[in-house]
């Protein structure tokens, strides 16, 4: 005991010496900028080029049939990273919309390979394959719900695995909203015990889901030039930009460090930032909603009863959908599912249930979760980063710059979040 | 080749009209909550909008490609990937893009370009002399970079549009336009190469047609090999019209440099 006292008193005392001497050097400022261009290869954590991976797939419903039109989701994905030695297990969970081969996901995957941990990568299930393979409702975005699927899939996941592999003991993360989910995954595992997660780590979560979708939604709405009808002429302009500098850059490759070096011949400025974030969520957001509109044959979109198949146009509901918010599809679709499913659902009970807050009481308790933000995460609402240090006391972890995950892979992040699972 | 192509013209007809007719759900079909008709504004001009009118047959297309990739190329190009040592692959590369930099000089040439016509002729002597008949690329090392033309593009200069969008098999997106650029580039390879094979080499016609298929087979592997994109990798399900937009604006784009 005294000697833990003492370790845990030396290393309070290093990492605050730490931070007195050495000052954060993440290098974009602007948290705009930081979530479009992310990290910079200079400055990523080193990762291998290649690991030992494998896709895998099962079925997690087996009475579940998969609409024509989305034959290519015919079964549930995930992919494995694995030890030939006896290793701790960590679960990642994608942010929204993004599936378990996401760029970030393969990326944070590598760094806990590296570390020496088998690494499960799990979609969100707010990705098309989760939503029509995994998830009870497939009606997204009720985080309670959704934790459930998820600890399900892990079930099965681990099930389906654990002759392969010789695992020591469970972690588990996630980034932005996946961040979110693992916390109330963590709640769950204490109830069910099956995996007595040791260590959970969050990355960027949402502290209230439905602000941080208002946020994103109206980031879009307010930084479209000449609003909404006029994007084609904004992606025609932004086309062209790509296409110039491209030319006057000469030779760059697009797959390494294009933004960045983008960024560095002429920075884009704040609003065309907003309304590039703005779009990338709104893509996830109407994949979705199309995805969860077909399946669950609500008639929100596509017409009820109407059936799809691969050579049907789906072009004008994509039009639909790119001229709907989360915010409609929480009102006009979320809403009114879980008022039919349950009596005494109101819009504000949600809301709070799918926030951070619902479970504040087990967050202040629990000492397994550690957290880590920024000061300038563009998806919390002011305060919200000051209720995350509160909640969290010492567990928490707040940068000051980085934007919405775009420090994630910065050497610096990567050696505190490896330091947390192994220390 | 005739075989090749008798074979390919099946395969589309397969996927084109011997698909299983639609499924039926019950009920009447009521409109949406956010109908079309509501949404979409005809007066709008849409990022997502391309001249499709062969749609339907396209998306079978695409999804024929997607089988296709996932159960023959992709499998083709692993185990290449696994028998071949990389910097072997390296070479192989070098080698068919260097043979195929006749395409970027030809056009050049036909669009009056006489800066990008002279980098290519020299990335080719280059290459051929110093990287050892293009098996290094000894031109992008001493800062010659490479050029991208197609006949698509010389035709796009001379002021023809791209008419219909076409998803072709195998081959992916393209348009009535670049379709034509294809055969005619393709034509134009096949001309250089048989040139080459004919009567720079001295061999009989049994050897003759071996190299010609061999290489063929060989460019094919190595044009994937040297591919990232995925099938369905966008998790998209509007992955269809996402890639239909972005072909028609990049070709745009290479059109007008």
Known sequence: MKKLVFVVLLSCFTSLAWAQDKPYEYPIVNPYEATVVGTPDLYKAPLPEKIRVETLDMTVFGDRVVPEVFWYWDTFRYSLAYQRSKAPLIFIVAGTGAGYNAANMILLQKVFFKAGFHVINLSSPTYGNFIVNASTTQVPGNIVDDARDLYRVMELVWYQVKERIDVSEFYLTGYSLGGAQSAFIAKLDDEKHVFNFKKVFLINPPVSLYTSVSILDTMLAENLPGGPDHFNEFFDAMMQKFSKLYKKMGAVDFNGDFLYDVYKVEPLDEDILKALIGLSFRLSSSNMIFTSDVVTNSGYVVPKNLVLTTPDSTTDYFKVCARTSFVDYFNQMFYPYFQGRESGVTKQGLIAGVSLTSIEDYLRRTKKIWLVTNEDDLILAPGEVDYLREVFGSRAKIYPNGGHCGNMLYKENVDYMIDFFKG | MKAAKGFLLLLVGMVAFGCASAPTRKGTIEPAERPVSEFVKPDVKYVIDAYDPLESINRRIYKFNALF?????????????????????????????????????????????????????????????????????????????????????????????????????????????????????????????????????????????????????????????????????????????????????????????
């Open chain 2, 69 to 257: 990739d996932k159960y023959i190329y992709l499998p083709v190009v692993s185990a290449y990937e696994f028998v071949t040592p990389v910097p072997v692959q390296e070479m192989v590369s070098n080698f068919f893009n260097n043979l195929h930099e006749v395409r970027s000089l030809v056009n050049s040439v036909l669009q009056l370009k006489g800066g990008k016509a002279c980098i290519t002729g020299t990335r080719m002597f280059v290459n051929t002399t110093l990287g050892i008949g293009g098996l290094f690329d000894a031109a992008t090392g001493i800062g010659i970079p490479k050029q991208n033309e197609d006949f698509g593009q010389t035709l796009g200069f001379y002021g023809l549009g791209p008419g219909a969008y076409i998803v072709l098999p195998i081959f992916g997106p393209s348009s009535v336009r670049d379709t034509g650029g294809l055969v005619f580039d393709l034509a134009t390879y096949d001309l250089m190469v048989n040139e080459i094979i004919q009567s720079g080499l001295d061999l009989n016609r049994g050897e003759e047609s071996v190299l010609t298929w061999g290489s063929t087979i060989l460019d094919a592997i190595d044009t994937r090999h040297q591919q990232s994109f995925r099938y369905y990798e966008t998790g998209s399900p509007f992955e269809y019209e996402l890639i239909r937009a972005l072909y028609l604006r990049s070709r745009e784009i290479l059109v007008q440099n």
